[in-house]
């Protein structure tokens, strides 16, 4: 059968010659393609930033607004009040006085915990039956409100940095040991074996297969728990100090002053962030994988 | 291929498992498997899923040991890791952070060899199954077709005289399969290891095999062996044309079929027509 009278069924293996599309169609196709995908994404970055700033200029019109009719100012201060005590901190110089030794407590705290919650779960980590046997400790000594301790700490480390820096220390380990632990533990069975087949002694097993498997279960908890390294700092700084940011607070507390406890507690949620957002590059080291969910436990 | 030893040695192996760690009964998942796969041969082993069939390559590969019989390799008795035969798993099993050419290195890496010479033999063999190009891509960037050659290759680039493959074309598409068993065939002759080659597709067991061992249902027996005197090297994409092959194919599925069948009886005991 040919392919005249506009037949459009063809013989067994007859080939049916069409005509190419023209050359540049494909071309215009890809970029428009391009361009209203970048144009999507420009939009929608937009549209999450200004609902962002809706909704920082919402609560503050709302605090505004309320501050003295529906509750009492002595509650909750007003915003321009806390405004002029963040200036009146700055200007004199407290602010950065007093920060200084809350960030000092948070960084050296912060590496202390990361650093002992790594050296440990690494042996236990590779070792089931050691951490079965130490798990219960590992989880009883998790479960105290680390805010009890922290009395505890101040009777035996003193009123200086140290105290603030141990419990810094404190709230970052749990979430590093476990997620570390976690990460050890979760090495893909098939790979280790495919690997000790292949000849691998143990020393170039672990540098090999376990611990670039590992290595994002820690970034992650080590991003995670920046936050949390501030707020063991400042937890200390309450409970017995003469400085730092948490006694800002407690200090302005103790007077009756909410703008001082409000304008402090801002401080130190600008600082967190801040510092998170400094630590998001870590994610991107390992740009092989899909990202990892941190398992925080009950922090 | 100096000695006379078959390559690899079952004999009267079994196997039994602890399915759970507190489960009261073990179960038997090989009995009495007695075979041989010589120097050189490509032996298949099929039959229903769950007959063993792992389990076998396993023994070979020192990841378990039998509960009874022997298991040899080059006439010596496999005790723990056996790391003088290449395992090409069911998943591909590459490292994640490792790219395409630092997988296929790997096992070298392993053995000691020096990295210009790594480099050289990693360079060659994937550009014979054609991945020039994507040597520094990551295992997430390639299709399932590339990644399944890169296990491959990175298994046959150290040379062992023993392959152990498992189901490796198994979540293929039907044209990637034939292709890949294609260049299979071209890699195999290049160094003829024996390989043990455990398969669901009976077209590619005949295509591939010298021999093929069927097994019956759990626990594992071997119901019958067939040789493949098909001619060599074989056209892969037309190896159903080939004289021989229906009849085969026919054999094959016949004995697979009772088994299937065999593992639907509704009552224990009760004898199958
Ligand atoms: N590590 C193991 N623990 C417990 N049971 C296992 C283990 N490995 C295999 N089995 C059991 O042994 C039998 C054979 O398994 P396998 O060799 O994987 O079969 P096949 O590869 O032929 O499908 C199955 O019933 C399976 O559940
Ligand atoms: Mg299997």
Redesign the interface.
């Known amino acids: 059968m040919g392919l005249g009278n506009g037949a459009r069924v063809t013989a067994v293996g007859e080939r049916i010659a069409l005509p190419r599309p023209p050359a540049d169609a494909a071309v215009r196709v890809l970029e428009d393609t391009l361009t209203r995908r970048q144009a999507t994404l420009r939009a929608r970055r937009r549209t999450v930033w200004l609902a962002r700033l809706g909704i920082l200029v919402g609560v503050i019109v709302a605090w505004e607004l309320s501050s003295g009719t529906l509750v009492r100012t002595f509650f909750v201060s007003r915003p321009e009040a806390v405004a002029a005590r963040l200036v009146e901190w700055t200007l004199n110089g407290d602010l950065f006085w007093h920060g200084q030794f809350t960030l000092t407590a948070t960084f050296i705290g912060y590496m202390v915990g990361a650093l002992a919650a790594i050296l440990l779960a690494w042996p236990l980590g590779l070792m089931p039956r050691a951490y079965r046997v130490a798990e219960p400790y590992i989880l009883l000594a998790y479960s105290i409100p680390a805010v009890a301790l922290g009395p505890v700490f101040i009777l035996w480390f003193g009123l200086e940095l140290l105290p603030k820096i141990i419990l810094a220390a404190y709230f970052v380990f749990f979430v590093v040991f476990i997620n570390t632990v976690a990460g050890f533990r979760q090495v ?1 069975r ?2 280790i ?9 143990r020393a ?1 097993l672990f540098r ?2 376990i611990l ?2 590992a290595v994002p279960y820690v970034l992650a908890a080590l991003r995670a728990t920046l936050p949390a390294a501030m707020i063991g700092a400042v937890v200390g700084e309450f409970i017995a100090s003469n400085r730092g940011l948490g006694y800002l607070a407690s200090a302005a507390a103790s007077e009756y002053e909410t703008d001082g406890v409000i304008a402090a507690a801002f401080v130190m949620a600008v600082i967190v962030l801040a510092l998170t957002v400094l630590l998001r590059p870590l994610g991107r080291v ?5 990202g990892v969910d941190v398992s925080e436990g009950s922090l | 291929m100096s000695t006379s030893a078959p390559a690899v040695r079952f004999q009267s192996v079994y196997k039994a498992f602890i399915a759970r760690e507190r489960a009261a009964q073990p179960i038997l998942a090989l009995e009495d498997i007695s075979f041989v796969a010589n120097p050189g041969e490509f032996v298949s082993l099929v039959g229903p899923s769950g007959c063993g069939k792992s389990t076998c390559l396993n023994l070979v ?3 378990t040991a039998p509960s009874a019989g022997l298991v040899e390799h080059q006439g010596a008795r496999v005790s723990g ?3 003088k ?3 090409i ?1 069911q ?1 591909d ?1 590459l ?4 790219s395409l050419v630092g997988n296929v290195e ?2 070298l ?3 000691g060899v020096p990295a210009p010479e790594r480099r050289r033999r990693a360079r060659e063999l994937i550009d014979v199954v054609g991945l020039i190009g994507f040597e520094h891509h ?3 960037e390639l299709s399932g077709g590339m990644r399944k050659r890169a296990s491959i290759v990175r ?1 046959l680039v ?1 040379d062992t005289d023993v392959v152990l493959m498992d189901e490796p074309f198994g979540p293929l598409d039907a044209q990637t399969r034939v292709i890949l068993q294609a260049e299979l065939q071209n890699l195999w002759q290049r160094s003829r290891p024996s390989v043990l080659f455990v398969t669901h597709d009976l077209v590619e067991a005949i295509a591939l095999s010298d021999r093929i061992i069927v097994f019956t249902n759990r626990p594992g027996t071997i119901k019958r062996e067939y040789r493949v005197d098909l001619p060599r090297p074989r056209d892969i994409f037309h190896i159903h044309e080939t004289p021989g092959f229906s009849d085969l194919y026919d054999a094959l599925w016949a004995d697979i079929r009772a088994e299937i069948g065999a593992a639907h009886a509704p009552v224990a005991g009760e004898r199958i027509a």
Do not use: C, I, K
């Not at chain 2, 490292?95 to 490792?98: A, N, Q």
């Open positions: 893909p098939g790979l074996d495919v690997s000790l087949v292949m000849g691998a002694s170039a090999t297969v670039p498997s390992t740009r092989w994988q899909r | 590969a020192g990841l890791v056996n790391t035969v290449g395992y798993t998943d099993n490292l994640p952070w490792r790997l096992g890496e392993f053995r990551y295992p997430h298994t150290y």
